[in-house]
């Protein structure tokens, strides 16, 4: 990030209505951040039993804020901001109508505010909104109408705005036929793509059975089947995470550290494999369910095993990015280069140590891959402890250093203190080492996740690297830390708004060292790549869907629903949906035969 | 950014990222240690495995 | 495409270490003999499960020598039975389901570690050696009581446990 102004025109110079846009998404991302950082240290010092301001029974309606809040709001309206400035950006115009910019991000706000409501409705007692669910929502336990209906709306905004990108790059390629597509707009339209097929999954959970669910419409639901469309999304979601931060390290980092991307095409395969792959994996979250066959287990498990090629590979192309970066700038020796880069600039630092975290959190999700090792550690705090490494850090921290960048070109301000941004990095990181790092050896000693009080009256956990008490302390020191690396952030992208506006604060990307020509041109082909993700997933799902329902019932062998609300809003119209479940059941057990 | 803090550039041909793989071999070893460590110690090594 | 050669020694390495991770998984599935819980049994009545043989009274049952199956009940918010005792030396076939939300069924501090879905029936085989206790916990979020949700699981030396000590 540069003290001098280099005389070029910003974004916000050049498309001050898509800067609008977004600032405004990065505003709604801050803000979910900011009110899920609350709730996060409330949980950090509740379950250690350090400090419980709140009832356990309302310990979950904070868990399913601080869920909801980080992983679908803020993560996905960064992603949304940045996407929108990366199309912009690489195709060098303006998106193609302002107004329907406007309206995608309009329901995406919409669906989230609903959400929300519903999920904080949970700490009124007197009245009958709340989603005490979880953000996984298993049934049979039930959240009320406005929870589902405010993630289907949320979604379908994610939705739109991937037509957006699409529509962009088709008027682009209009005028540009003979061109490779730009490397971050290829980044964005491959990621949309694996976003389509991954929405299947949740789609039908949620519109299909949930909702109408929750309102009365149906009866009752196949907990199981309903569990497997939410994980059909819930693995792709993490790449939908991941990607934008991939972008930020390929196409934003090397620039930042003084360098070039070390190669294009290499950037292009990955993505591609994100695409490929990221979906027919799903099955791994449920290593230990009932009701799937081995058989889809093990496939799973080879699935997300070559899933870790794409970010393997990644790691080495960042790095000798990052490299070539050193030396550039005088850096010499087999290591030694590491000390020339720009360790005082928080953009860098920040997606550096994200990066590092990144690789830690990669071992414990290979772990979590690994099939039969699973049964060590499901359901217990070192799932946390993995995913605060991956989305909590390689991803979170990465959105903050690239904000420090990105900001002054948004906004012709500069950033409010650089020397705080870099402090925030590094308090963040040394937070998470040691809150993920307590949470992992925890969950070692079979300590469990997603609970209020894991203080049981019967057992004691027999621990071997620590005691419980000297873990939970570390828990919560760190997860204090995490908070005030929060309010660090924001506050100072809160005060850059007040700094002095200038002009020529932009800066331009610097130019890959292997570059889009070289890379094969069927790469670009995303009809291709799209087609045979759509295959990989349809093979992947068709049998344990098929084998689901022809065991179960597509609505379930005999199942309530556990409202977490006093009453179901009711319709009406069940005597219809009765007489047509039977038929609906019969033909899908008749197609999964056949498939069989 | 180069320009302002580059002292020289480093074209495609002239650049091999020897400080990288020094890198990623160390992270290689660590990787295959914990993974053995992790599945043979701490997972075989534990009581109750689920064997039917 | 131009791949440097470094990258292209990275990706075979990563590749072995790919192919390293998968072998090591299914060495534990057959060398080791380590099952994945899977669609054995047949899909239940969650509303009924009183009508059924086994969880309408939730107990543990020698079925052979040294062999026995444990019927488990999770829900809201206990385990039954409560504690399930078993003898030393033997080995147990535990079969778990669930008559209204999704729960978890860990034994502490070991590898039996399952989800238990209404409708559906886990099944696990373990193999209990010395006498000894282990605590029991619900490890998936089932509602505001559910950090309350622990049991026990006594393993009793043979010969206490052919006295009688295996009632509910």
Redesign the interface.
Known sequence: M?E?LTGAPTFLDKFPQEAAVVRAALWSSFIALTLGAVFGIIQALHRTDILRVID??D??TV?TAHGVLMVISFTIFFLVGAFTWAIVRSFDRNVEDIRYTWTWYGMMVTGTLMAVVAILGGFVDSIDLSA?V?YTF?A??QGHPLFYGGLAIFLIGTWLAGADWFRSWRAWKAENPDERIPLQAFMVLTTMLMWYIASIGITIAVVGFLLPWSLGIIEQV???LT?TLFWFWGHPVVYFWLMPAYLLWYTVLP??A??RL??D??GRVVFVLFLLLSTPVGIHH?????????GF??IA??NT??L??PS??T???V??SV??A?????GT???G??RAL?WRDPAFTGMMLAGLMF?AGG?SG??N?????N??I???LWVPGHFHLTVGTAVALTMMAATYWLWPQLSNRRLFSRPIGLAQVVIWFVGMALMSNAMHIQG???I???????Q???????TTFGSVTELNMQLAVGGTLLFISTVLFVGNIALSTGTPKLSGLG?EL?EP??AAH???EILDNLKLWFGIAFVLVILAYMLPLA?IIS??GVF?????P?P?IAEPIRVGIQPLVASVEPTVSRVIAVVGSVVQ | ??G?????????DE?D????L???LI?FVI?SI??VF??FV??LG?DL??IA | ????N??KI??VL??V??IG??S??VY??TAVG??????E????????LDEDDRFSEPRVEKVGDNEYEAYVIAQ?FIFRPDPITVPANSTVTFYVTSP???H?F?V????????????????LTVEFNEPG???I????????????M???LIVQPEDEFEQGGNDE
Not at chain 1, 556 to 560: K, L, N
Not at chain 3, 34 to 39: A, G, R, Y
Not at chain 3, 108 to 123: D, F, K, L, R
Request: one cysteine or more; proline letters at 6%; glycine letters at 10%.
């Open positions: 540069s001098e356990s029974t310990y979950y868990l005490d979880l298993y049979p336990l196949n907990p199981l569990r620039t930042v003084g360098g070390f190669s095409p290499l449920q290593y230990v369910d009932p009701g799937i066959a081995s287990k093990l498990m080879t095993m070559f870790l090629l393997l590979l790691a080495f192309t790095v000798a490299e070539h050193a030396r550039q700038r005088g020796g087999l290591l280069w590491l720009p690789a071992f290979m772990i891959a690994g099939m039969n090792i049964y060590l499901h359901n217990t070692l000693f079979g469990p996740r997603r609970t209020a009080e894991p049981y009256q019967g057992f004691d956990f027999a800066e610097t060292l292997s070289d890379s094969p084998s065991r179960g379930g062998p005999g199942v309530d556990v977490v | 950014m180069s302002e803090n580059t002292v020289r550039e480093i074209g495609h650049f990222p020897k400080g990288t020094v890198l990623i992270y990787l914990m993974w992790m599945y701490e997972f534990n495995s689920v | 495409m131009n791949i440097h470094y990258e990275w990706l990563a590749m270490m790919i991770f998968i090591t998984v534990g599935a380590i099952e994945m819980i899977s669609d049994p047949d899909t239940i009545d969650s509303t009924a809201q209204d939300v999704i978890g860990e502490v501090g070991t590898n039996a570690n399952t989800m238990v879905i209404p409708g559906e029936v886990s099944q206790e282990y605590g916990l619900c490890n998936e979020y089932c509602g505001g009581g559910h950090h309350t622990e049991g026990k």
